[in-house]
């Protein structure tokens, strides 16, 4: 193999595990991220329902994340109420015509969610506009709100009932450790709801 090719595989890989690394050692976040489970747990035990939203790569992490909860994760079991509120494409291109891409999160947490819920946004930079409405809608209803974001924590930062903040801020490497963390999430609520 190309030695610059090698060098450039070995240097993205370690970027990938430097991410790992620092939430290691990142007390504060790693109690979020148990305060999430937590979260997570209450909500699905009490008959709601876990919404997520995104924007390009992170709208396929937040079907990606609805599907190991509605579907499964490790094993058989019952469905759990999960789903990423961007899968309806008629409505999306009804909505983003009518009203406005910004607005697509927001309408759809009225007509779908109910206080109790949790909604989830996926944003790198945390200051995607439509995660932010659906996140201030979502304050109006009692809808507890989770943000995904990068280091910065951006808009979203301002408007979450929880953050969890990646310490990067590579779009890549954000998104990488976004998937990790979800598959943490839904391993350990999983097995609270169905072994415990």
């Known amino acids: ?14 970027s990938n595990i430097d991410v790992k690394h620092a939430i290691l050692k990142d007390k504060a976040l790693l109690k979020e991220i148990e305060k999430v489970v937590s979260v997570f747990y209450q909500a699905l035990k009490a008959g709601n329902k876990i919404l997520f939203c995104g924007n390009g790569g992170s709208a396929a992490d937040a079907q990606h994340l609805a599907a190991e909860l509605s579907g499964r994760f490790y094993f058989n079991r019952e469905p759990l109420p999960a789903e990423a509120l961007h899968c309806n494409t008629s409505y999306l291109t009804a909505v983003g015509n009518d009203y406005g891409f910004q607005f697509i999160y927001s309408r759809l947490l009225k007509g779908q969610g109910k206080k109790g819920d949790v909604l989830v946004g996926l944003s790198t930079s945390g200051n995607s506009e439509n995660i932010i409405n659906a996140f201030l809608t979502a304050k109006e209803m009692g809808i507890t709100t989770l943000a995904m974001t990068g280091k910065l924590g951006g808009k979203l930062k301002e408007t979450a009932d929880y953050l969890i903040n990646i310490p990067s801020v590579d779009t890549p490497r954000i998104q990488e450790t976004h ?18």
Request: glycine share 4%.
């Open 1 to 14: 193999m190309d030695n610059l090719i090698s060098n450039q595989l070995s240097t993205i890989i370690q």
């Open 179 to 196: 998937i990790l963390i979800g598959h943490i999430i839904c391993q350990i609520v999983e097995e609270k709801i169905f072994h415990s």
